[in-house]
Every structure is written in structure tokens, then in C-alpha cells.
């Protein structure tokens, strides 16, 4: 469930587990070791010296063992103690994995972070004073990201809207939140109609340049979070393989009944395309008792939610969420493949050290294309 302000005490992760130029990421080692293993060369000799020290479960190099006929599922694991600060030494033996109940063993396990694909996604339909707090701590964006980084922005309310297309470039972010921000000044909070709004639709999803909004302009804004995510979702699901893809959600949580999309229907194109959400609960998220579907969603895809009770938790909240996504320990494990195509198989990871707890996401589709 969301939890406090007593969270929001910033990165806890040391510099050198930042991502260094020259060094290969662990998105890089996963992307390779995929690779290697589809085309069935692992006992040719072909693995590139960089990724040498992968080992399976036996200790021994991968590269002289030949896997066929099996699917490798990657699992992202966020490691946090009691006070909710990122543990980050734990050992490949520490860790468990279940599918459907059965054990897995680990064929693969790293440490190394990856480069980001993240949409931010910001509610421009919040009470004025949420609104407000959420517009002065966005200029911390750009600091969020490394330069392997890649990012994308949308807004939304009744429909959302793309604002900037992914690009590697924090000046060119920043340019956008400015515009944002401007035009948040131009056009009231909660309005409808207006220019952060309405939108057509492609595959049954708004998106798009501004149409005229067809709810009555005395009405409240009304906010459709599935949509919103199933948007971002689809957005990262072309962005290549080797990277966390990830949304970044800053929302009061509040979500209308006239979604075009189900929460299970964007919560399965979200694990289908390997992406987490990261919530940032403000205003009436913050007191939710049980947590809002931005919990929700966050759970079922292995994010974390949080909800930071004054301005200033909000602007280190963002920087927090950026390590966390990046910096996660990577269990990968070989599974059979699906005999009748896609099927959805539950993950459960488990932790020995006391006092640890884990974020992972429930589960995946097996049958389904490497992303």
C-alpha cells in the first residue's frame, strides 16, 4: 500500500552502481545472453568477454552449454528493508523463484543496472493545489535519467495525449515540461475541453493532437487511468530489448468508469510488454486506505508506489524512483515453452536474509515473442 513521507529520503544506492561509460549494462549481458541462447551457438565460442562471468546454476560458464526448446524469463527484483530504504548486496543464493508453484532454478543472476525506456505519465486533471505541487517539482525531471536513458512524455485526463517523442536528450525534456507547465497556467486544473485533454483514437486508444471534447464544459474532468497506461504500454512495447521499460505515473488516483480499456486487460498488455509502473500518489492517493489502482498497478507489474506528503518528498520522490527502476537485481530462469501459446504463468520470489522485502512482478505470458 502507499506509504508515507518517511520513504522519501532520496537515492541509497552508491555511485558505482550508476551506469558507467564503456561498461556493458546488464540490459546489454540479458540482450547478448538471449541472443546467444536462441540461436543455439553457446558452445561455439562466441561469447563476448564482457559478459564471460555469467554463470548458471552450476557455477559454470554458460557459454559452453546449448539450450533448446525452452523460454528465458526475466524477472526484475527491487530488494528494500524494513524502512523502506534499496538493499543491495544480496547473493544469488539468497534469492528463490517459483513458477506455478514449482521451483526454479536461477540460470542467471546480475546486479549491473540498466538503461530506462520510461514514459512519464502526468494527471493534468488534479485540484489546483496538486496541481501545483506537481508542476514545481517536475523541473527535477531531467536529473531523474542517465544518458542511456531514453524517455518519453504524456498527459492525461479524459484522454491521453503524447507530448514528446522518446529521445535521449534532457534539454529537450526540459523544453517540453516548460510548455507543460505554461500551459498549465493558460488552462485551468480540472477543466475539460481544453488543450492537455481530448484526442482521437488509434486501436480504440486516444492519443494524438487535441479534438473538441464532448463532455459538457460545467462538468468535472473526468480521468481514465487504464487508458492512460494502456497508451504508455503500448509506446514502450517497440522499444528495444535489454532495457527496463518502465511508467513513471504522478496521479491522485482517481479513475472514471468510462475507461475504453478493463484494469485487466491494460494490466496483461503491461506484463506482456514487460513494463513496470512507478506511482507517485498525491492529494487524495496519499490517505487511501489500501491503496488506489495506482497500487494496484504497481504490484501486479513489480513497480512500487509511493505517496510523498509534501512538495519537497514529491521532488526526491522522482529522483528515488529513477534508481529504483534502473538499479534492480535480474533473476533470469529457463522455462518450458507453452504448448497451446500464450499462458499466463504466476512468479513467486523469495528472499532468505530476514527483514527484506521484495517487489517482483506476479507473473508473465509465456508463448509470446522476446521483447
Not at 520513504?7 to 558507467?20: D, E, V
Not at 546454476?57 to 528493508?81: C, I, M, N, Q, Y
Not at 523544453?175 to 481544453?194: C, I, M, Y
Not at 513494463?275 to 487524495?284: F, I
Amino acid at each position: 500500500m502507499p506509504v508515507g513521507a518517511e520513504r522519501m529520503t532520496g537515492s541509497s544506492l552508491p555511485s558505482a552502481r550508476r551506469i558507467q561509460p564503456g561498461r556493458a549494462t546488464g540490459g546489454e549481458v540479458i540482450r547478448t545472453l538471449i541472443r546467444i541462447l536462441a540461436l543455439g551457438v553457446l558452445g561455439l565460442g562466441l561469447w563476448p568477454p564482457a559478459q564471460a562471468a555469467a554463470q548458471n546454476d552450476s557455477g559454470d560458464d554458460v557459454r559452453f552449454h546449448l539450450r533448446t526448446a525452452v523460454e528465458l524469463v526475466v524477472v526484475p527484483v527491487t530488494a528494500k528493508d524494513r524502512r523502506g530504504q534499496l538493499v543491495t548486496d544480496l547473493a544469488r543464493e539468497e534469492f528463490r523463484l517459483w513458477e506455478n508453484g514449482a521451483e526454479q532454478p536461477i540460470r542467471y543472476f546480475s546486479i549491473d543496472p540498466f538503461p530506462l525506456s520510461a514514459v512519464i505519465l502526468v494527471d493534468a486533471g488534479l485540484s489546483p493545489a496538486a496541481h501545483e505541487a506537481v508542476q514545481a517539482t517536475l523541473a527535477v525531471l531531467p536529473s531523474v535519467f542517465a544518458p542511456a536513458d531514453e524517455f518519453a512524455l504524456f498527459v492525461f485526463d479524459t484522454y491521453p495525449r503524447q507530448r514528446l517523442e522518446f529521445t535521449r536528450d534532457p534539454e529537450t525534456l526540459r523544453v517540453a515540461l516548460d510548455r507543460l507547465r505554461q500551459e498549465a497556467v493558460a488552462v485551468p486544473s480540472g477543466s475539460t475541453g481544453g488543450p492537455m485533454t481530448a484526442g482521437p483514437r488509434i486501436n480504440q486508444t486516444p492519443v494524438g493532437p487535441g479534438v473538441p471534447s464532448t463532455l459538457p464544459k460545467a462538468s468535472k474532468s473526468v480521468k481514465s487511468i487504464h487508458d492512460a497506461l494502456y497508451a504508455a504500454g503500448l509506446a514502450l512495447r517497440g522499444r528495444e530489448p535489454g532495457r527496463r521499460r518502465v511508467v513513471f505515473i504522478v496521479s491522485d488516483g482517481l479513475n472514471s468508469r468510462l475507461n475504453t480499456h478493463s484494469f485487466d486487460e491494460t494490466r496483461d498488455l503491461l506484463l506482456e510488454a514487460e513494463v513496470s509502473v512507478y506511482a507517485l500518489g498525491v492529494d487524495n492517493a496519499r490517505f487511501a486506505v489500501g491503496g488506489t489502482v495506482l497500487t494496484d498497478y504497481a504490484r501486479s507489474t513489480g513497480g512500487d508506489a509511493y505517496a510523498p506528503m509534501k512538495q519537497d518528498d514529491l521532488a526526491r520522490a522522482w529522483l528515488q524512483v529513477g534508481e529504483q527502476a534502473r538499479n534492480q537485481y535480474t533473476l533470469v530462469y529457463a522455462a518450458p515453452p507453452a504448448p497451446g501459446g500464450r499462458e499466463y504463468r504466476r512468479i513467486q520470489v523469495r528472499v532468505g536474509r530476514p527483514g527484506v522485502e521484495l517487489r517482483a512482478r506476479d507473473g508473465y505470458f509465456a508463448g509470446l515473442p522476446l521483447h
